[in-house]
């Protein structure tokens, strides 16, 4: 593995994802769950400064001192930061500040590269690399939620649809019941809340080839399942209530006909086309609807073989909870995972907006249950 190479085009991908936006894009948060590319672009700068260029150079002059303040996510162990609903109030440094910050902070991960060879080094390269991939995926997700919001629906890429690709294969696949290993074992790079291999007992199952369509969904919707309080956990049915939900994200009814905003402007909903952006709610009342039930990240782990995966992030029956023996590292890295194993879901999988080789079968992705604005699906087990 070419650790120069690799870095320069992980790099390269993020500030590519910004090319179409316009200056004002930069700036705006459209919501608390979303960040602006401006803080996308500085924060994944900040962490290699904050957690490799600080510590393996002596001497370093930091680009600006305010900038861990302003760009610190929520490690709590690197200081003070700022609420994560200001980031949009963040007008100054400006976008260009931002791009000669990314200049500045590459020219020395380059130097030191060079320079110094141990496994302890390139290993958090490839850390900061990873997590730079995970913000390409927010950061796309992010401009969407941006544009979504606008009133006149702007386009960001012509090419960018991201939500009209199909099923290749439908029906089930049978698991038998058994004793199964979980989690990554293997010799490349992983997450530390995919360590702690082990064994899981599971039932028979049958699990779907396809995830639900957009077709389905509007047929749920059509036999009033938003209305249907007995199809919702307490919670869902709250949250439908309380904000007036009546279909997917980014969906719109204009004229008695679905149409959604994607990142190549607003469209009639492709009706073949597998369903997004919707939340663990609303993938459990349509598994309740459907008289069947969504997978828990063991089946979906032991199933993945068998699965064409990767198209949409998959909504799991299972609480985002440590494996046996998880372990977190010392210091700020240890944040990186484990204190937020409570209140979230599972997802696994991928979705087309995550980056190149930034995908394996033991992936957990996590999020809240009423979040819905990543490329989200679902896959029904019976």
Not at 82 to 105: C, W
Not at 240 to 250: F, G, L, R, S, T
Not at 348 to 355: D, F, L, Y
């Amino acid at each position: 593995m070419n650790i120069l190479k690799l870095f320069n085009t992980v790099r390269a991908k993020t500030e590519s994802i910004c090319k179409p936006l316009k200056i004002e894009d930069y700036v705006v948060q459209p919501s608390i769950f979303a960040s602006p590319a401006k803080w996308h672009l500085a924060h994944t700068t900040w962490f290699f400064e904050a957690f490799i260029l600080e510590k393996y150079i002596e001497d370093y002059s930091v680009y600006d001192k305010d900038f861990s303040f302003l760009f610190n996510s929520y490690y709590n162990n690197a200081g003070d930061r700022i609420f994560r609903a200001d980031r949009g109030n963040i007008t100054r440094p400006d976008v260009n500040e931002v791009y000669l910050y990314r200049t500045y902070v590459d020219e020395h991960i380059k130097a030191l590269i060079k320079q110094n060879s141990s496994q302890e080094l390139k290993d958090l390269i490839v850390l900061g690399m990873n997590h730079e991939q995970q913000h390409q995926e927010l950061l796309t997700t992010d401009i969407k939620c941006l544009l979504g919001n606008n009133p006149i629906f702007p386009v960001y890429k012509e090419e960018a649809n991201f939500v009209d690709d199909s099923n290749t294969e439908n029906g089930f696949v049978k698991i038998n019941e058994g004793v199964y290993e979980i989690g990554y074992n293997e010799d490349g790079f992983c997450y530390d809340n995919e360590l702690g291999k082990h064994k899981v007992y599971v039932n028979d199952f049958e699990i779907s080839k396809a995830l639900v369509t957009n077709e389905e969904f509007i047929a749920f919707i059509e036999d009033e399942g938003y209305s249907n309080f007995n199809l919702w956990l307490d919670e869902g049915w709250s949250w439908v209530q309380e904000n007036n939900i009546k279909a997917p994200m980014y969906w719109h009814n204009i004229n008695n006909k679905w149409h959604y905003f994607t990142l190549s402007g607003l469209q009639k909903v492709n009706p073949k086309a597998i369903l997004s952006h919707i939340n663990f709610y609303e993938a459990n009342a349509f598994a309740e609807w459907k008289q069947m039930r969504l997978t828990t990240e063991f089946e979906w782990e032991i199933a993945s073989e068998k699965l064409n995966w990767g198209k949409r992030w998959e909504w799991t029956y299972s609480a985002y909870l440590p494996y046996p023996n998880f372990k977190k590292a010392e210091g700020a890295i240890g944040e990186y995972n484990g204190k937020f194993m409570m209140n979230q879901m599972v997802l696994r999988g991928a979705s087309v907006a995550t980056s190149k080789n930034h995908s394996r079968n033991t992936y957990r992705n996590f999020f809240h249950a009423q979040e819905r604005w990543q490329f989200t699906g679902i896959r029904l087990v019976k």
